[in-house]
């Protein structure tokens, strides 16, 4: 049985997809509408981390696991300067999907709800439905674009407005979401090694930098569209590529830096990152059908023939029909669909993976990737 919301009167719901399907349900979080592409994530745990992911902007996020939030939300502590348990210093998806809501959470670290925390972030929600019809729905068709409204308390939806507005969605896809995540200004980290890395933000998790800090490599995190000119004034040791949101191809400033980079620097790439170096140097790109999103995606090395557990969360992967025109190799697949997870280019200390080596939350079995960047550096 779904619980009721700690409110006198339940905010009634509805999920509704361009094809017409609708859920209705109950609503949390903050109310009002919103609009996305619907994906869903089939991680069990982690959704403070995942909601915090720039990587999810512009998406509204299904989760598969049928109850959520029974940990709460944990507190704001920081770690290097960046806060510990979240991504981004924001909620970044566009709403959140879920089948059962938990509104008494369990964990000596909670400090608010789940539900609590969307509303005071103003994120809708919406439980209550049959999130396994949604997800084989997606399956089946591939991701969609969809719309979330969450009524005031004792408000009922107007179905046939909604659907109407459902049907004429904008794609996110097509618009340049990397701005909307990117920073502004330079910002710099000081870390007590001698390396520096220029870290190109295009989204990046938060997780990504504790991981280089914590190796003693200090970042100089600048904007997406910074050209390679304005990089190398820093006279970096390496360039770090970050993840992101959307398709790599609206980063056109960012392919432009990163096809000159790749001939100066140690380059390493994650998830969108991948992407973008995949196009800095001739290769090209697809959107993927629904996408890899959860916590155990096999990707095989090439080389070794040894099969890593894997966090990822992209829409996108990298043609492989491209590497007979540009200087990269496959170095990782995936063992699933056989998509492209990892590269490397030929001659040069570059590479490049489609996952999340720093995991939050796991598995963290390739962590070692961000050792193999530091020893680029180090010989570099």
Not at 140 to 169: D, F, Q, S, W, Y
């Given at each position: 049985?779904?619980?009721?919301?700690?409110?006198?009167?339940s905010?009634?719901?509805?999920?509704?997809l361009?094809?017409?399907t609708f859920?209705v349900?109950k609503?949390f979080?903050?109310?009002?509408?919103?609009?996305?592409?619907?994906v869903?994530?089939?991680?069990?745990?982690?959704?403070?981390?995942?909601?915090t992911?720039?990587?999810y902007?512009?998406?509204?996020?299904?989760?598969?696991?049928p109850?959520?939030g029974n940990?709460?939300v944990?507190?704001?502590?920081?770690?290097?300067?960046?806060?510990?348990?979240?991504?981004?210093?924001?909620?970044?998806?566009?709403?959140?999907?879920?089948?059962?809501?938990?509104?008494?959470?369990?964990?000596?670290?909670?400090t608010?709800?789940?539900?609590?925390?969307?509303?005071?972030?103003?994120?809708?929600?919406?439980?209550?439905?049959?999130?396994?019809?949604?997800?084989k729905?997606?399956?089946?068709?591939?991701?969609?674009?969809?719309?979330?409204?969450?009524c005031?308390?004792?408000?009922?939806?107007?179905l046939?407005?909604?659907?109407?507005?459902?049907?004429?969605?904008?794609d996110?896809?097509?618009?340049?979401?990397?701005?909307?995540v990117?920073?502004?200004?330079?910002?710099?980290?000081?870390a007590?090694g001698?390396?520096?890395v220029?870290l190109?933000?295009?989204?990046?998790?938060?997780?990504?930098?504790?991981?280089?800090?914590k190796?003693?490599?200090?970042?100089?995190?600048?904007?997406?569209?910074?050209?390679?000119?304005e990089?190398m004034?820093y006279?970096?040791?390496?360039?770090?590529?970050?993840?992101?949101?959307?398709?790599?191809?609206k980063?056109?400033k960012?392919?432009?830096?990163?096809?000159?980079?790749?001939?100066?620097v140690?380059?390493?790439?994650i998830?969108l990152?991948?992407?973008?170096?995949?196009?800095a140097?001739?290769?090209?790109t697809?959107?993927?059908?629904?996408g890899?999103?959860?916590q155990?995606?096999p990707a095989?090395?090439l080389?070794?023939?040894?099969?890593?557990?894997?966090?990822?969360?992209h829409?996108?992967a990298?043609?492989?029909?491209?590497?007979?025109?540009?200087?990269?190799?496959?170095?990782?697949?995936?063992?699933?669909?056989?998509?492209?997870?990892g590269?490397?280019?030929?001659?040069?200390?570059?590479?490049?993976?489609?996952?999340?080596?720093e995991?939050?939350?796991g598995?963290?079995?390739?962590?070692?990737?961000?050792?193999?960047?530091?020893?680029?550096m180090?010989?570099?």
């Amino acid at each position: 049985m779904v619980p009721e919301l700690n409110t006198s009167k339940s905010k009634k719901a509805v999920l509704l997809l361009e094809d017409g399907t609708f859920f209705v349900g109950k609503g949390f979080g903050a109310a009002g509408k919103t609009s996305g592409e619907v994906v869903f994530s089939t991680s069990m745990v982690g959704y403070p981390e995942a909601l915090t992911d720039p990587s999810y902007k512009g998406q509204i996020l299904s989760l598969t696991y049928p109850l959520v939030g029974n940990y709460g939300v944990p507190p704001y502590d920081l770690n290097y300067g960046l806060p510990l348990y979240f991504e981004s210093d924001r909620i970044q998806v566009q709403a959140l999907v879920i089948h059962e809501l938990c509104l008494e959470p369990y964990h000596w670290a909670s400090t608010r709800t789940l539900d609590r925390w969307l509303s005071d972030e103003g994120i809708p929600g919406i439980y209550g439905i049959d999130t396994r019809r949604l997800t084989k729905k997606l399956r089946t068709h591939g991701v969609m674009l969809g719309m979330v409204k969450v009524c005031e308390a004792g408000e009922e939806p107007n179905l046939e407005r909604l659907l109407t507005e459902a049907k004429r969605i904008q794609d996110p896809n097509l618009t340049d979401l990397v701005k909307e995540v990117t920073v502004k200004e330079p910002v710099h980290y000081k870390a007590d090694g001698s390396k520096t890395v220029v870290l190109i933000d295009c989204g990046v998790k938060f997780s990504i930098m504790r991981n280089l800090l914590k190796r003693g490599i200090s970042l100089v995190r600048v904007p997406y569209d910074f050209s390679a000119k304005e990089i190398m004034e820093y006279h970096p040791d390496g360039v770090f590529l970050s993840n992101g949101p959307g398709d790599p191809k609206k980063c056109v400033k960012t392919i432009e830096s990163v096809s000159e980079l790749v001939d100066k620097v140690p380059l390493m790439g994650i998830c969108l990152g991948a992407q973008i170096l995949t196009l800095a140097v001739g290769g090209d790109t697809y959107k993927l059908k629904y996408g890899h999103r959860s916590q155990n995606q096999p990707a095989l090395d090439l080389n070794t023939n040894r099969c890593y557990i894997t966090t990822q969360n992209h829409g996108y992967a990298i043609d492989t029909e491209c590497f007979c025109r540009t200087p990269l190799e496959p170095w990782f697949i995936n063992v699933n669909d056989k998509t492209i997870e990892g590269v490397k280019h030929k001659t040069k200390p570059v590479f490049a993976v489609q996952w999340h080596p720093e995991a939050s939350p796991g598995p963290y079995d390739t962590e070692f990737l961000f050792d193999t960047f530091k020893k680029m550096m180090e010989v570099a």
